[in-house]
């Protein structure tokens, strides 16, 4: 993993050098030898992108790999759903509002449990003690996302309802910018930015997500792309076991490495890389079921305007060599 790291700190240099490109020019020259990756700053697939080793992987198919980054997992998904993104990888909460809104996706993975890796947050002068205190607050949140559900949750545990609380809906940034105005009394967020807001404005962790949550991360791919090649989606999971193990073994090493790709202090990457949840696997009967109660609870309270059915969109292992 050396080489990784020597790899990522060369393209945190080319990456000043090149303008980025947005995924809707990289639409416009789709074709079947073109596998489109959508990311976000933070994660397991942008070490897979910076290594490179998944290029190799695929050069001798004649397969070209382009990345696409997001600023979180609904708008990675409309990448999915607009077909200008192949396969990318979010928390919980995102695939559930994209098969509600007919989007053609398709679960390949997931990872542990990270539980710790979102929480609700609050100001560290701030006279809210627990989440019953959040009752008639506003509180802001990236609509859809993975800690939606956490707050729903939290919600419950405490014996208070969805309706109790004012939503702010903001991007991770936007969301922050607010919070430090004091525009709003509570934010709910995840790694790295959770650990962020720690680490340089003073939050304090009101709940996470233990006991509440299992906060998994899925990789999904766009349905029709699954389908049509498999070989590939099964090289991508072959690749991403590796650099997992590259995040377990050694998570200084990879802080190290991410610290010029995401802006942030390397302190910040190993708080938030302590809290991850490594090793990915299909999906399985028990976490499908998990998956599904989300999507119901969101159904019951309106967020989401039918119901669906998770396990018909699960690449299930039989289906893999098809």
Do not use: C
């Not at 509600?100 to 890796?117: C, D, M, S, V």
């Not at 991403?240 to 302190?267: H, Q, R």
């Amino acid at each position: 993993m050396i080489k990784i790291f020597k790899k990522i700190r060369n393209l945190a240099v080319v990456s000043l050098l090149i303008p980025a490109i947005g995924f809707a020019n990289e639409s416009t020259k789709k074709t079947e030898d073109v596998l489109r990756i959508g990311y976000q700053k933070y994660g397991t697939l942008i070490l897979l992108k910076a290594s490179g080793e998944l290029e190799k992987r695929l050069a001798p198919l004649g397969v070209k790999v382009t990345w696409n980054e997001f600023p979180a997992g609904p708008q990675l998904l409309e990448g999915l759903n607009v077909g200008s993104v192949d396969f990318g990888t979010v928390g919980e909460t995102p695939p559930i509002f994209a098969q509600a809104a007919n989007a053609k996706i398709t679960y390949i993975g997931y990872e542990p449990p990270a539980p710790r890796g979102e929480a609700i947050v609050v100001p560290a002068n701030s006279n809210i003690k627990t989440v019953a205190d959040l009752k008639g607050k506003k509180i802001v949140l990236n609509k859809g996302s993975n800690v939606h559900y956490l707050l729903v949750k939290a919600l419950e545990n405490a014996g208070l309802k969805y309706s109790d609380v004012e939503t702010v809906f903001l991007a991770p940034a936007d969301a922050r910018a607010a919070f430090e105005r004091g525009s709003v009394d509570a934010w709910v967020i995840w790694d790295p930015f959770l650990a962020a807001a720690e680490t340089s404005i003073g939050s304090k962790v009101l709940k996470d997500g233990t006991n509440t949550v299992n906060n998994h991360q899925f990789y999904l791919a766009e349905e029709s792309y699954a389908a049509k090649r498999p070989d590939v989606v099964a090289i991508i999971f072959d690749e991403l076991k590796k650099v997992n193990d590259w995040a377990i073994s050694k998570p200084k090493e990879v802080a190290l490495a991410l610290a010029p790709l995401t802006g942030l202090d390397v302190i910040t990457l190993e708080k938030a890389l302590s809290r991850g949840g490594y090793g990915i696997s299909y999906l399985n009967d028990k976490v499908i079921t998990e998956q599904q109660k989300i999507a119901d609870t969101f159904y019951d309270l309106k967020l989401i305007p039918k119901k669906i059915d998770i396990k018909s969109v699960v690449w299930l292992p039989e289906q893999k060599n098809n």
